[in-house]
C-alpha cells in the first residue's frame, strides 16, 4: 500500500511547463527580417497569432513599410485614404483623389513638405498633422503659417482638420476658416493661438468639434504612447 500512495502522488505532480520555442528568442531585428519574407495576407491571418512575440513584432509600423509603397504604387493615383506613423514621406501622396490623410511622427520625411503636396491634394476632406517636423528653412521660406497657408489655398473640401503641435498663428487659423467653409471638426491642442476675441468667437460658431489649444490629449493615442516612453 505505501508504494502505491507514493506512485499516486508523484503521479499527481504537474509536470514543467514545455520550453520556449527557439524563435521566440531571437533578436527582435531578426524576427522582423524574417516575418517580412512573408505574405500581407498570412501575416494578418495566422502569423501574428502564433505567440506574443509575435504579435508585437506583427504590429510594429517597420513591418508594413514595403507593404504600404507598394499599396500606394499599385492604386495608381486612386487612394482615397491613407494613415502615414513614423515613416514614409512625400512620395507617398502621389494620389490627387485622396480624401483622407493622416501624418503622425513624419519627423524628416515631411519636414516642409505638405506645403508642396497640398496643391495636389485638392479633395482632401481630413487631415491630421501630428508631431511632424517644420525646419529652420521652413520657417524663414514660407513663415509659421506656411501649412496652415497651404491648407487654407488648396484644400477647400476639408471637413476635419487636426494640428495637434504645429506652429500656425492666428494668421494661419483665419486664413483655414475662410478657406475651408466646410470644416466641422477642428483639434489646436497645444499650438501657440490665443482664441480670445473675434477668432475665438468665429471659431465656436463655424466649428462643431473645437479641440482648444489647453484641452486635454488623454485620448490621443500617439501622446499616450510619447509619454510611455520618456
Not at 460658431?205 to 510611455?228: F, G, N, R
Amino acid at each position: 500500500m505505501p508504494n502505491v500512495h507514493k506512485k499516486l502522488k508523484a503521479s499527481s505532480i504537474a509536470p514543467p511547463p514545455p520550453p520556449s520555442p527557439p524563435w521566440v528568442d531571437l533578436p527582435a531585428e531578426i524576427t522582423v527580417d524574417i516575418l517580412q519574407r512573408l505574405g500581407t495576407i498570412e501575416i494578418v491571418e495566422s502569423v501574428q497569432r502564433v505567440c506574443s512575440t509575435w504579435w508585437k513584432v506583427c504590429h510594429d509600423p517597420a513591418m508594413w513599410r514595403r507593404i504600404c509603397r507598394i499599396a500606394v504604387d499599385r492604386s495608381q493615383g486612386q487612394l482615397l485614404k491613407i494613415s502615414i506613423q513614423n515613416f514614409g514621406g512625400g512620395n507617398l501622396l502621389k494620389s490627387t483623389q485622396l480624401r483622407h490623410l493622416r501624418v503622425v511622427m513624419g519627423f524628416y520625411d515631411f519636414a516642409g513638405g505638405l506645403a508642396v503636396y497640398a496643391k495636389n491634394l485638392p479633395y482632401l476632406e481630413e487631415l491630421h498633422m501630428h508631431f511632424t517636423l517644420i525646419t529652420q528653412e521652413d520657417i524663414e521660406s514660407v513663415g509659421h503659417d506656411g501649412q496652415a497657408l497651404a491648407i487654407a489655398r488648396s484644400m477647400p473640401e476639408l471637413r476635419h482638420l487636426g494640428l495637434l503641435l504645429n506652429t500656425l498663428t492666428n494668421v494661419g487659423l483665419q486664413a483655414i476658416l475662410d478657406g475651408c467653409p466646410h470644416l466641422v471638426s477642428l483639434d489646436l491642442r497645444y499650438c501657440n493661438i490665443d482664441l480670445e476675441g473675434d477668432i475665438g468667437r468665429r471659431c465656436r460658431q463655424q466649428i462643431v468639434d473645437l479641440k482648444q489649444p489647453h484641452a486635454s490629449t488623454h485620448d490621443y493615442e500617439v501622446w499616450l504612447y510619447l509619454m510611455s516612453i520618456i
